[in-house]
């Protein structure tokens, strides 16, 4: 059964930084692309990267190149999100997703970012 275990959110001020974990269980993490995704007040579902299952990154959303870079430890079965520079906007529920889309995502970890 595939699960998919985020942590690393909290509280953060604008400027500061976040790092996210996510886990994969229950399938063959380095053989499937990975992504973020948020869901945030107002602006719904965002996809914010996705990572290939050679490490190649790919940002969606142009608000977080520069800020964010998506990494994968395919030996740890583990999927990174680095967020720096938080922004008020970057506040939401993250989540780690299986593919490049789809609905196949864990429980997500809350990110606020706030003064």
């Known amino acids: 059964q595939v699960q998919l275990v985020e942590s690393g959110g909290g509280l953060a001020q604008p400027g500061g930084s976040l790092r996210l974990s996510c886990v994969a269980h229950?399938?063959?993490?380095?053989?499937?692309?990975m992504s973020w995704a948020r869901q945030v007040p107002i602006r719904g579902v965002e996809w914010v990267a996705g990572?290939?299952?050679?490490?190649?990154?790919?940002y969606f959303l142009d608000s977080v190149k520069g800020r964010f870079t998506i990494s994968r430890d395919n030996a740890a079965s583990t999927l990174y999100l680095e967020m720096n520079n938080l922004q008020p906007e970057d506040t939401g529920m993250y989540y780690c997703?299986?593919?490049?889309?789809?609905?196949?995502r864990g429980q997500g970890t809350q990110v606020t970012v706030s003064s």
């Open positions: 997703v299986k593919g490049l889309s789809g609905s196949t």
């Open positions: 229950g399938f063959d993490f380095s053989d499937s692309p």
């Open positions: 990572i290939f299952i050679d490490g190649g990154p790919v």
